[in-house]
C-alpha cells in the first residue's frame, strides 16, 4: 500500500490540474521517484479523482508485478529519470498550450513571471506523440535543459524536485499562453 502522505499528494495535484482544465477526465499522468522505484498513475484512472489504488509502484530499470497496471506513458517517466536528476513528474494536456504547440517550434513567455521562471519552452514533435521509445529518448533529452517541455499537439512534460514543482511550471506555462492568446 502506498504511504497515505503520497496519495495526498498525488490526489491533490491531480484534483488541481483537473479544476484548472489542464487534463480530461482520465488525461495526464502523474509520478515520483524514489531510488530505483517509481509510482505512477494507474492506466485509466481519472487524475481529479485519484484514489489510494490509483497509484502504481513499479521498479525505475525493469519491468515487476505492477508494470501491467500503470500509465502508458511509463516508459517516458522512465526514461525522464533516468536521464535527468527530477524525482517528480507532471504530465498534462494544457489546452491553450497545445493549440500554441500546433504552429511553433518554442513557446516563448510575454508576461514577466513565465519569461522570469521559465524562459522558453521547445516544442518537441514525434511522429507517435505517445508513449514509444523514440518519443521518450526525445522528451527526456529536451527535458536536460529545460524544466518543462511541450509535445507538439499533445501536452506537456515538466519535471521537478518534487510534484508541486513540476505543477508550478505547468500551471505557469498554461497561464502565460492565455495571457498571450487574451492579448492577440
Given at each position: 500500500?502506498?504511504?497515505s ?85 507532471v ?76 505543477f ?17
Amino acid at each position: 500500500m502506498i504511504d497515505s502522505r503520497i496519495y495526498e499528494m498525488f490526489r491533490d495535484i491531480g484534483r488541481d490540474l483537473y479544476t484548472a482544465h489542464m487534463v480530461s477526465s482520465h488525461g495526464g499522468n502523474l509520478s515520483i521517484r524514489f531510488g530505483d522505484r517509481v509510482i505512477i498513475k494507474r492506466r485509466g484512472a481519472m487524475l481529479g479523482n485519484l484514489k489510494q489504488l490509483d497509484l502504481i509502484e513499479t521498479r525505475l530499470d525493469k519491468n515487476d508485478s505492477g508494470v501491467a497496471l500503470a500509465s502508458t506513458e511509463l516508459l517516458v517517466h522512465r526514461t525522464i529519470y533516468m536521464n535527468t536528476p527530477a524525482l517528480a513528474i507532471v504530465h498534462c494536456h494544457p489546452r491553450t498550450a497545445i493549440a500554441f504547440s500546433l504552429s511553433r517550434d518554442e513557446l516563448v513567455p510575454i508576461d514577466n513571471e513565465a519569461s522570469y521562471l521559465l524562459k522558453k519552452i521547445p516544442v518537441v514533435t514525434e511522429e507517435f506523440p505517445s508513449g514509444t521509445p523514440e518519443m521518450a529518448k526525445k522528451v527526456a533529452s529536451a527535458l536536460k535543459n529545460y524544466k518543462i517541455i511541450m509535445l507538439r499537439g499533445h501536452g506537456s512534460f515538466a519535471t521537478g524536485q518534487t510534484l508541486d514543482e513540476a505543477f508550478h511550471w505547468s500551471s505557469t506555462l498554461e497561464e502565460s499562453c492565455q495571457i498571450e492568446l487574451a492579448v492577440k
